[in-house]
């Protein structure tokens, strides 16, 4: 694995980026460049085409245009850089795996086609589960466990993939407080070494204290920067639109933590 | 897993006999069951090894492929794939006149894959639904299907086609060319089903993850298709187009009951497809001439019953014995916190509490009452000496942990969820039974120690459920709104 380098080409680089279903563009044309080691939320309503803006990253949805570089590559050549959380929702949780299988997943990057998982996968895939505090239930059926614990092992197996640049589609949905602080130290220490995330988040109260930069979207970039210059009243009522009920929620949010 | 296939296999070679056909087993049709069933242990037919190592062999592909439609949720595909080869048997017939295997194999496939194919389009293209583009492609291509089997019926020398067999299947009518095509087909299952096992669960697990790893998600699908296919395909001789998709989904939809873990679901789902061909073609044979496709599913949905039935985990059986053991369980607690209640009345003056006293707490007939503390003591919980009934210090403990939890929920729900005194009580009685001890150190914690419920009872602390002391007398309930007397 090539390490990350601050002076090679950066994590995320995407330009003009329009994905449409059945000819109706549900992003347009988005540009942006994320630097190395940074944490960056990505926020705005619901239909704002977060997860499609996600996906699109990996190719899972077909471009109408534009183009996405990872590290300088086309996606296809360098998924192994990439880790991927995708929502809770997307998956059959009475699907006959147990919490180690899923987990061993994020090593089939890794591997050979037809290739078992090695021992060193094993260990890898443990030392995720036991971060995320899930190792003793690491035989369990995957549908025995509570929500946060099924985001906390898709958050491990995303962890296994070792990879440069983590995208995470709403890793928090459906966790308690306490998993959530512990899955954003998880988040600071990944960041800490210099690996980038792109996180998907609702809760407009925390996104201050979580991430350095901000994507707000709806169906285009609405603003990016760090989120200091960019988290304002007037950016998010241009984000959320003309629904002043949600603004004046945030708007009181942001004023209670002054 | 892998081992377990690989040791399936040379006991699959040995169905490819070279012998020639002497007598159909069909043919053979004036003894009583018992000589019948004589007859196929002893194998002195020469068709009947063909039937039965070519019905476990199909057993064993549908089974396989059954698994991944259960779990993709697919399992109509299966029936639509099966339903929509029928025109193609009736081309393979056409393109020599023949029952040859091989032409109608590749006919079926082809025009199997084109219904796929129009599934897929009739999704893409319109506002379809699948169910809906499935049941179009189902009867329209059955339909075509019947039509051709019509016109060969009614072509000289066409009646004798033996085209019918593979409506609801003959096994007795295999060749030894058809074993060797569903000996290939199973291997080629097998293969691929062990050399891919990994990126075939991952796909079926979480499709978008798996091209995000940069799987090969299209050809692994499409491989799946192909293979189900195949294995439809060359079943349909001894099961038959309308039955072949119960080979498929019976199974695997039982192994999917029995296990958690997918390898383990694809080894039974095969191994029971085996048995099912093995059992369908015996009583296909012994029951004079009978098709064997019917035979074949009332064999899986058989094995599926009792997989519902008898399941460790998912069994009916099993979660109505883990439900019964719940009740009682509640049924103890109820009295032993019945018991502790009525020393509490006397301040715990006395240690022991008469039967009939707790039938009265409990509302319930003298002898229930009798028959639930009998209960209690064969459990060492109290002892019971004529008429009155005292805790042992189990009992005692488990009474108190008990009282503790329904006053400690009670407590919390009034005071953290500022829920009315009078709500709480009925919400509290089945919570009191499911509560762990983890739950309740942080309930305490919570709730600073408090020692009174929200009625002003004692809640039992740590150190006198350990250590059995009574708690004191002389503390009364007082300042909380206590409905006690004064």
Not at chain 1, 46 to 51: E, I, L
Request: net charge neutral; glycine share 10%.
């Amino acid at each position: 694995m090539n390490a990350p380098d601050p002076t090679s080409a950066p994590p995320l680089e995407v330009h003009d980026l329009t994905v449409a279903y059945h000819k109706k563009p549900v992003l347009y044309g988005i540009d942006l460049t994320v630097p190395s080691g940074s944490l960056v939320g990505i926020v705005g309503p619901n239909g704002a085409g977060k997860s499609t803006f996600i996906k699109a990253i990996m190719g899972l949805l077909p471009l109408a245009s534009g183009w996405v570089k990872i590290f300088g590559k086309p996606y296809r050549e360098n998924c192994r850089r990439v880790g991927y959380v995708p929502q809770r929702e997307t998956v059959d949780w009475d699907f006959p795996v147990n919490v180690m299988d899923v987990v061993l997943m994020g090593r089939y990057g890794h591997l050979r086609l037809g290739q078992r998982p090695t021992k060193h996968d094993r260990e890898i895939a443990r030392e995720c589960l036991d971060k995320v505090k899930m190792l003793p239930f690491a035989n369990r059926q995957i549908g025995n466990l509570s929500g946060g614990q099924q985001q906390r092992v898709f958050l491990a197996r995303a962890l296994a993939q070792e990879s440069d640049l983590y995208l995470m589609d709403e890793p928090f949905a459906g966790v308690d407080a306490a998993t959530e602080s512990a899955m954003i130290a998880i988040l600071r220490e990944l960041r800490s070494r210099g690996k980038t995330l792109l996180v998907v988040h609702h809760d407009l109260s925390s996104v201050k204290d979580y991430f350095d930069r901000l994507i707000l979207l709806n169906m285009r970039l609405v603003a990016y920067g760090p989120t200091e210059e960019v988290f304002t009243p007037e950016t998010l009522q241009k984000t959320y639109g003309g629904r002043l009920t949600i603004l004046s929620d945030v708007a009181q949010t942001l004023g209670s933590q002054r | 897993m892998k081992r377990v296939l690989l040791l399936l296999l040379p006991g699959l070679v040995w169905g490819v006999p070279e012998v020639a056909l002497a007598a159909r087993i069909s043919e053979i049709s004036d003894y009583s069951f018992m000589d019948r069933a004589v007859r196929f242990f002893s194998f002195q037919d020469p068709g009947l090894s063909h039937a039965l190592a070519g019905s476990m062999l199909l057993g064993i592909s549908c089974g396989l492929m059954g698994a991944f439609l259960v779990v993709r949720k697919l399992a109509l595909m299966g029936d639509a794939l099966s339903h929509a080869v029928l025109p193609g048997v009736a081309l393979g017939f056409l393109w020599n006149m023949s029952k040859d295997p091989l032409a109608i194999f590749i006919g079926a496939t082809i025009v199997g894959l084109l219904g796929a194919g129009t599934v897929q389009l009739l999704r893409s293209t319109t506002r379809h639904k699948e169910d809906a583009a499935l049941g179009f492609v189902l009867a329209s291509f059955f339909g075509a299907g019947i039509c051709l089997f019509t016109m060969i019926q009614n072509l000289p020398g066409g009646n004798k086609s033996g085209l019918d067999k593979f409506m609801f299947g003959q096994a007795a009518a295999m060749g030894a060319g058809d074993v060797l095509l569903l000996a290939v087909v199973a291997l080629l299952a097998m293969g691929a089903v062990v050399f891919l096992f990994k990126e075939y669960r991952l796909v079926s697990f979480d499709e978008g993850f798996a091209r995000a790893v940069g799987l090969p998600v299209q050809a692994l699908h499409y491989s799946l298709m192909l293979l189900l296919a195949f294995a439809i395909v060359s079943s349909l001789q001894a099961v038959g187009v309308v039955l072949v998709s119960a080979m498929l989904v019976i199974p695997a939809a039982a192994a999917y009951l029995l296990t958690d873990r997918f390898g383990h679901m694809l080894v039974l789902s095969a191994g029971m497809g085996l048995c099912t061909g093995a059992m369908g073609a015996f009583f296909s044979f012994v029951g004079r001439n009978m098709p064997t496709g019917p035979w074949m599913v009332m064999t899986a949905g058989g094995i599926f019953v009792g997989a519902l039935l008898l399941a460790p985990r998912h069994g009916i059986v099993s979660r109505w014995l883990r439900q019964r053991s719940r009740a009682e369980h509640i049924r103890e607690e109820n009295m032993l916190k019945a018991i502790y209640r009525a020393m509490e009345e006397e301040d715990f003056s006395r240690e022991v509490v008469s039967v009939m006293e707790l039938a009265q707490l409990r509302r319930e007939p003298l002898e229930k009452t009798q028959r639930q503390l009998e209960a209690l003591r064969r459990a060492g919980y109290v002892t019971i000496s004529e008429d009155a009934v005292s805790f042992t210090p189990q009992g005692w403990q488990r009474g108190c942990e008990i009282v503790r939890n329904h006053r400690l929920w009670e407590l919390y729900l009034t005071s953290a969820a500022q829920i009315a005194t009078d709500h709480v009580h009925e919400d509290a009685e089945k919570i009191e039974h499911v509560l762990g001890e983890e739950n309740v150190l942080q309930l305490e914690k919570r709730l600073d120690y408090a020692r009174r419920d929200p009625h002003g009872k004692r809640i039992p602390s740590h150190e006198e459920i350990q250590h059995g002391r009574r708690p004191g007398g002389k503390e009364r309930a007082s300042g909380y709104g206590s409905h006690e007397p004064r």
